[in-house]
């Protein structure tokens, strides 16, 4: 089956600049997350999503940051305006249902990430 | 609140020689365990998970890790490396219980494993 699939690999944008990135779950996972990994750091949950309904989003900075799955599969996670600080993989992952462990199967598989450079 | 520490943030390491990189977690109640791998600008590959029963755990890429309770302990061994497990190394703890109907993964810092020749 294909993976979890992001695009943009890679962009580099000026501050203040808008960037969006975009991520396709594997096919039947109703939970999508995105996670921000910075550099030499593990990752941490900015968003999780049950179908199209955002059910964290604690950490997702709301003054510049915005997400959406808007038919409960494919997502976009926005950034306006970037700063400096924004530089970091963004990485997407996915699960079916949100109780990881659950029946000794779910866990949570990654995309390759894409990575924001802000100058 | 749970926490994961990596106690290693680099790990040194001659090809063919054993490794082991050490996760101590902690969390008032019972948990499940899982070790990510993630190679240069690639993602994180589930590597493998304690979730119940025996505490070795076997995994991919010949890895294998033990669940101590007693100790608050996940570590990661393999009894010869490869060149090509140089790569970063992501310990992640979360919740048996389902608070609101889902639980959480906290990752640890990471640990760097360079395999040397």
């Known amino acids: 089956e294909a993976g979890v699939v992001q695009s943009p690999r890679y962009k580099i944008i000026e501050k203040k600049q808008p960037v969006a990135f975009w991520c396709n779950p594997i096919?039947?996972?109703?939970?999508l997350y995105w996670y921000r990994q910075n550099l030499g750091q593990g990752p941490e949950l900015l968003i999780r999503?049950?179908?199209?309904?955002?059910?964290?989003d604690s950490q997702l900075p709301k003054d510049r940051f915005s997400a959406e799955r808007l038919k409960g599969v494919d997502s976009t996670l926005k950034i306006q305006p970037a700063e400096l600080g924004d530089s970091a993989v963004y990485l997407c992952?996915?699960?079916?249902?949100?109780?990881?462990?659950?029946?000794?199967?779910?866990?949570?598989?990654f995309g390759a990430g894409s990575r924001l450079t802000v100058l | 609140a749970q926490s994961v520490t990596q106690l290693d943030s680099q790990v040194p390491v001659f090809e063919e020689a054993p490794v082991e990189l050490r996760c101590n977690y902690s969390?008032?109640?019972?948990?499940?365990l899982f070790w990510y791998v993630q190679y240069p600008n690639q993602g994180l590959q589930l590597l493998l998970k304690?979730?119940?029963?025996?505490?070795l755990v076997k995994g991919i890429n010949g890895f294998e890790a033990e669940f101590n309770k007693s100790q608050t302990s996940f570590h990661l061994r393999k009894p010869s490396v490869h060149i090509s497990d140089t790569a970063e190394y992501f310990c992640?703890?979360?919740?048996?219980?389902?608070?609101?109907?889902?639980?959480?993964?906290?990752f640890g810092a990471g640990t760097r494993l360079a395999v040397h020749p």
């Open positions: 992952a996915s699960s079916k249902g949100g109780q990881l462990g659950f029946g000794g199967a779910n866990v949570l598989t």
């Open positions: 096919s039947g996972h109703n939970t």
């Open positions: 999503y049950e179908n199209e309904e955002a059910v964290d």
């Open positions: 969390s008032s109640v019972s948990v499940y």
């Open positions: 304690y979730l119940s029963g025996s505490t």
């Open positions: 992640a703890v979360s919740d048996q219980r389902f608070s609101g109907g889902y639980n959480k993964l906290i």
